[in-house]
């Protein structure tokens, strides 16, 4: 995500000073979460889920989503109930391997009891018929509603306001959805469209596959009045973008920059890692229904479409940031929500290189990536103060400048550090090493150490964890403002 709005609740979260690159796992209340260092609460012990098979009707006359969600999951340990995360569904019948059984809410969780406790090591499958409202007014909400439909931005603690799921990023699952919706509206979702079946009477499903595995925050899926435009991007990607009908013309100068963009990325980065790229410009710009720019759900980045109208200049760096995402966040996936850095700062970085290489000046005025690390350095103390270290956000500052340009700039220390040749094996071996999984601050300090031949705990874990900021490798004349 790129963003500056977001306003983020206020939740008490632990503080992680250098915990996590001495091994120590913070587990807080376990019982009710994973013990997320910043959403404690999220997801659930004893199980991983191993995939999702998720049906969604949308019903023109109410609005509302008639839904079926099927959890596959590996069970960890013996459980007599089993909980899904599970906001503002409608919930009404869950079969577990298909024999019914008792569910409650409590909170935001969906208490599954099955007939008899489920063994540890074997498979269980959850299935759960319910209604959602995407106008609904919740705590918080994935929900994107437009005059025509909706989409959802599940990112970071709302993808069980969708479908009940074990929604941490540390969870990663298969995933198929089929969405129906009357004739004349298009449903979507991210991976790659398998199938479209006209069911006869008015309404068409068309069903999507994820090959690769998804976290839950990644989901995309969206109703609207659609034209899906589809192109070619390098080596013979397909592109597809999802765009609102009326708007497709204006939109197109913005959507034909993917194919080049992507090939800048793949120069850096390696190849693209899934099967399919494309955006989904969603059909409403109302600031109260979509609260930022852009979000990197999986294949399918979502954006308020009246950026995109923008000339180049305005909307490329922001393209590329969105785009690097689904190396850094989407392939790659944060084991916890302290790791949000390791997205949004190689996005950011990555996003201003593309933008200075480019000969874009940013809004003030810096024309290299250099000059922009040196304004940022400036604030280097005050952020830590007010934001956290970046690598131990709390959830009222998660989405703070601290993830993303700071986050930037401790990719640019390390640059500077061991040279760029170093740094650009060190993105590669990442990405390799960690395709279509999780990693934490760790295994990046560790691979980084590994692949440069130098002990880098210590320089690292200065500049993610420590309270003030540090020297700045090759620029003594830095100074903190
Ligand atoms: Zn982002």
């Not at 079926?68 to 899904?84: F, G, K, N, P, Y």
């Not at 980045?301 to 969105?322: C, D, N, Q, R, V």
């Amino acid at each position: 995500m790129l963003t500056r709005l977001r306003k983020a609740r206020a939740v008490l979260a632990l503080v992680l000073g250098g915990l996590l690159l001495s091994g120590a796992v913070p587990v807080a209340n376990a019982a009710d979460g994973l013990g997320d260092p910043v959403f404690p609460e999220l997801g659930n012990p004893g199980y991983r889920a191993l995939a999702y098979d998720l049906a969604f009707d949308y019903r023109g006359d109410t609005r509302t989503v008639e839904a079926t969600a099927a959890v596959t999951a590996r069970i960890d340990r013996a459980l007599a109930e089993l909980r899904l995360d599970a906001l503002g569904l409608a919930v009404h019948a869950v079969r577990v391997d298909g024999r019914p059984a008792r569910f409650a809410i409590r909170d935001e969780k969906l208490v599954v009891t099955p007939e008899r406790p489920l063994r540890r090591g074997r498979t269980a499958r959850v299935s759960v018929e319910y209604t959602a409202d995407p106008r609904a007014r919740l705590p918080h909400t994935a929900w994107v509603p437009t005059p025509d439909g909706f989409a959802v931005a599940p990112q970071p603690d709302t993808a069980h306001t969708v479908f009940p799921c074990n929604d941490h990023p540390g969870d990663k699952a298969r995933f198929t959805v089929a969405v129906t919706t009357p004739d004349g509206l298009t449903g979507v979702a991210g991976g790659e469209l398998t199938a479209t079946e006209p069911l006869g009477d008015g309404r068409t499903t068309r069903r999507y596959v994820s090959r690769a595995p998804m976290a839950t925050e990644l989901l995309q899926l969206s109703v609207g009045d659609y034209t899906v435009r589809e192109r070619t991007g390098p080596h013979g990607l397909p592109v597809r973008d999802v765009v609102p009908t009326a708007r497709a013309a204006d939109l197109e100068p913005a959507l034909s920059l993917t194919p080049g963009q992507l090939a800048w990325a793949e120069d850096r980065l390696g190849p693209f890692p899934f099967e399919t790229y494309g955006l989904l410009p969603v059909n409403t710009d109302d600031p109260a229904a979509f609260g930022f720019t852009g979000l990197e759900t999986q294949t399918l980045t979502l954006y308020k479409p009246g950026f995109l109208l923008k000339p180049e200049p305005a909307i490329g760096s922001h393209m590329m940031h969105e785009i690097v995402h689904s190396w850094f966040g989407d392939s790659v996936t944060p084991a916890t929500w302290a790791d949000l850095w390791l997205n949004e700062g190689h996005a950011d970085y990555y996003g201003l290189t593309y933008r200075y290489e480019r000969g874009w000046p940013d809004d003030a005025g810096h024309t290299t990536l250099t000059d922009r690390m040196r304004e940022v350095y400036r604030q280097g103390d005050r952020w830590r103060r007010e934001a956290g270290p970046v690598a131990a956000p709390t959830a009222e500052h998660l989405f703070d400048d601290q993830r993303y340009l700071g986050g930037a700039l401790v990719l640019f220390a390390l640059r500077e550090k061991v040279g760029e040749e170093t740094f650009s094996r060190i993105e590669r071996a990442f990405l390799t090493r960690y395709r279509h999984g999780n990693a934490d601050t760790r295994d990046y300090v560790r691979l980084a150490s590994e692949i440069s031949g130098q002990d880098l705990d210590g320089f690292l874990g200065a500049w993610l964890y420590g309270r003030r900021t540090p020297p700045m490798p090759g620029h003594p004349d830095w100074t903190v403002g």
